[in-house]
């Protein structure tokens, strides 16, 4: 499928008819030249797949034309023909950029295998510039123990080896697309392409474009065939993320794509069959949009033969942890900052929180913790930063709170009107109460609350700069 344009740069007629023949018995678009000036003219007037090249030409050398078709930003593959060939002469070749090499004379069964590595190449070409795989997913396991997780999983593993269409539904964050790959990694397709496409990333302009291709001259900027994200997504998986974002005026056509399997280029007349499984998520209630009008009946319950319900973080609490510890993990190695794990503070304020940006903004929070984080400790609380968290930072042993009434000495997790103090005060006493216990020693001061000299540093100035200097009755020094 990725070949279609064939030139045949050949002086000698049997041999020209014959791949001729062999092409066009494959449904080829097939182009002829004797000279190297021909072939340059019938370059410039369109773009090719695929070049047999003779090394020997009336009117010029075949690998210097080789080399010259090397440095094309566009260039087709090229397998060079001779009756003259020579290890010596095969090794030049294929270093300036062939892609092959025969020997005259061949048979058909040789131009056929030559054609079937041709199109494989190319294809994997093309699909090497889209595929979706993020490194920071290379573990590909599912992370929770809740029993909503452990249903997702049996979903999974039931449906995965099928080709049903997945319709992925949940709120932004709730890894949609990790349950997407996963489907992908179980199934029988797993060896084969599995390409995404955005459908609110691109251009209402360009879409169709991305999803079926388009010919070269089939508008301004298309100066060369492309092929489209069903394409090269032949025998493997498609992933339309966030479908419900696909115009109404291209809806039409993908719901033939999906009911026929075939599609034409944008600019293009020929049919183009293609075998692509789907799997598509949304984050919007379809049905709604559905009765508003926004996005065809037909389409969505041809997308909807499977549909998977991810839950959001919140109604599943039991993995916020477990999520929390896999990604510390992660993030450890991946930043070079050897933590010793999650602080009890730390624990706590985790489980307390509703987490509204779901997986997502857990996954940024632990990173950013641990970023901020010394080596050597645990994640606290205070490096967190949860919006309205109520917990407690990490504080040294004699600096903790007690039952005992408030003191200089540690902080109180209530005012005097017994209103529950934010985090940012709860802070501020902390680093109050670390360097009265330590006479102003900042650098003691940091070490007994876990933060290093210049985070200390720039607190004490940023309460200077707030007008409430914490450190003011105090000598403090840093040693």
Same mark, same amino acid.
């Given at each position: 499928?990725?070949?279609?344009?064939?030139?045949?740069?050949?002086?000698?007629?049997?041999?020209?008819?014959?791949?001729?023949?062999?092409?066009?018995?494959?449904?080829?678009?097939?182009?002829?030249?004797?000279?190297?000036?021909?072939?340059?003219?019938?370059?410039?007037?369109?773009?090719?797949?695929?070049?047999?090249?003779?090394?020997?030409?009336?009117?010029?050398?075949?690998?210097?034309?080789?080399?010259?078709?090397?440095?094309?930003?566009?260039?087709?593959?090229?397998?060079?023909?001779?009756?003259?060939?020579?290890?010596?002469?095969?090794?030049?070749?294929?270093?300036?950029?062939?892609?092959?090499?025969?020997?005259?004379?061949?048979?058909?069964?040789?131009?056929?295998?030559?054609?079937?590595?041709?199109?494989?190449?190319?294809?994997?070409?093309?699909?090497?510039?889209?595929?979706?795989?993020?490194?920071?997913?290379?573990?590909?396991?599912?992370?929770?123990?809740?029993?909503?997780?452990?249903?997702?999983?049996?979903?999974?593993?039931?449906?995965?080896?099928?080709?049903?269409?997945?319709?992925?539904?949940?709120?932004?964050?709730?890894?949609?697309?990790?349950?997407?790959?996963?489907?992908?990694?179980?199934?029988?397709?797993?060896?084969?392409?599995?390409?995404?496409?955005?459908?609110?990333?691109?251009?209402?302009?360009?879409?169709?474009?991305?999803?079926?291709?388009?010919?070269?001259?089939?508008?301004?900027?298309?100066?060369?065939?492309?092929?489209?994200?069903?394409?090269?997504?032949?025998?493997?998986?498609?992933?339309?993320?966030?479908?419900?974002?696909?115009?109404?005026?291209?809806?039409?056509?993908?719901?033939?794509?999906?009911?026929?399997?075939?599609?034409?280029?944008?600019?293009?007349?020929?049919?183009?069959?293609?075998?692509?499984?789907?799997?598509?998520?949304?984050?919007?209630?379809?049905?709604?949009?559905?009765?508003?009008?926004?996005?065809?009946?037909?389409?969505?319950?041809?997308?909807?033969?499977?549909?998977?319900?991810?839950?959001?973080?919140?109604?599943?609490?039991?993995?916020?942890?477990?999520?929390?510890?896999?990604?510390?993990?992660?993030? *450890?190695?991946?930043?070079?900052?050897?933590?010793?794990?999650?602080?009890?503070?730390?624990?706590?304020?985790?489980?307390?929180?509703?987490?509204?940006?779901?997986?997502?903004?857990?996954?940024?929070?632990?990173?950013?913790?641990?970023?901020?984080?010394?080596?050597?400790?645990?994640?606290?609380?205070?490096?967190?930063?949860?919006?309205?968290?109520?917990?407690?930072?990490?504080?040294?042993?004699?600096?903790?709170?007690?039952?005992?009434?408030?003191?200089?000495?540690?902080?109180?997790?209530?005012?005097?009107?017994?209103?529950?103090?934010?985090?940012?005060?709860?802070?501020?006493?902390?680093?109050?109460?670390?360097?009265?216990?330590?006479?102003?020693?900042?650098?003691?001061? *940091?070490?007994?609350?876990?933060?290093?000299?210049?985070?200390?540093?720039?607190?004490?100035?940023?309460?200077?700069?707030?007008?409430?200097?914490?450190?003011?009755?105090?000598?403090?020094?840093?040693?």
């Amino acid at each position: 499928m990725s070949l279609e344009k064939i030139l045949i740069v050949e002086d000698e007629p049997v041999v020209r008819n014959l791949l001729q023949s062999i092409f066009a018995r494959h449904k080829f678009t097939v182009s002829t030249a004797g000279t190297v000036a021909e072939a340059t003219a019938a370059m410039q007037r369109e773009s090719f797949d695929l070049m047999m090249l003779d090394i020997r030409l009336p009117d010029g050398d075949g690998q210097k034309f080789l080399e010259h078709i090397a440095a094309l930003p566009e260039r087709p593959l090229v397998v060079m023909v001779t009756g003259y060939g020579t290890i010596e002469s095969a090794v030049s070749c294929m270093r300036a950029g062939a892609f092959d090499y025969v020997l005259k004379p061949f048979s058909p069964s040789q131009i056929d295998v030559i054609l079937r590595k041709a199109q494989t190449y190319r294809q994997l070409l093309s699909v090497n510039r889209l595929l979706t795989d993020d490194p920071e997913d290379a573990d590909g396991v599912l992370v929770g123990r809740s029993p909503a997780m452990q249903r997702l999983r049996q979903l999974i593993d039931k449906v995965a080896p099928t080709d049903a269409t997945v319709l992925v539904t949940g709120e932004s964050g709730t890894g949609k697309e990790m349950i997407a790959r996963e489907f992908y990694r179980r199934s029988p397709r797993r060896g084969q392409p599995y390409i995404k496409v955005n459908c609110a990333a691109v251009s209402e302009n360009l879409i169709e474009s991305e999803f079926f291709g388009h010919e070269r001259g089939a508008f301004t900027g298309a100066t060369e065939r492309r092929e489209g994200r069903f394409e090269l997504a032949n025998l493997g998986t498609l992933l339309l993320d966030e479908v419900s974002e696909i115009p109404a005026a291209l809806q039409a056509k993908l719901l033939r794509v999906l009911q026929e399997r075939e599609f034409e280029r944008v600019g293009g007349n020929r049919t183009i069959k293609v075998n692509v499984r789907i799997i598509a998520t949304s984050n919007r209630d379809l049905i709604s949009y559905v009765e508003k009008g926004d996005f065809r009946q037909d389409l969505y319950y041809r997308l909807n033969v499977f549909p998977v319900q991810v839950p959001p973080l919140r109604d599943r609490a039991d993995d916020s942890l477990v999520l929390a510890e896999h990604f510390l993990r992660r993030f *450890a190695r991946k930043h070079g900052i050897k933590v010793t794990g999650l602080s009890d503070s730390a624990r706590a304020a985790i489980a307390a929180y509703r987490w509204p940006g779901n997986v997502r903004e857990l996954q940024n929070t632990i990173e950013r913790a641990v970023i901020l984080s010394e080596s050597g400790r645990a994640v606290t609380a205070a490096a967190l930063g949860l919006p309205g968290d109520l917990t407690l930072p990490d504080l040294p042993e004699a600096a903790a709170p007690t039952s005992e009434p408030e003191s200089a000495a540690g902080p109180a997790v209530t005012d005097a009107d017994g209103a529950v103090l934010r985090l940012e005060e709860l802070e501020k006493h902390a680093i109050r109460a670390a360097l009265r216990q330590t006479a102003g020693n900042r650098t003691q001061a *940091a070490a007994a609350l876990g933060i290093s000299i210049r985070t200390l540093r720039n607190k004490l100035q940023e309460y200077r700069d707030a007008g409430d200097p914490v450190d003011v009755d105090l000598d403090a020094t840093e040693a």
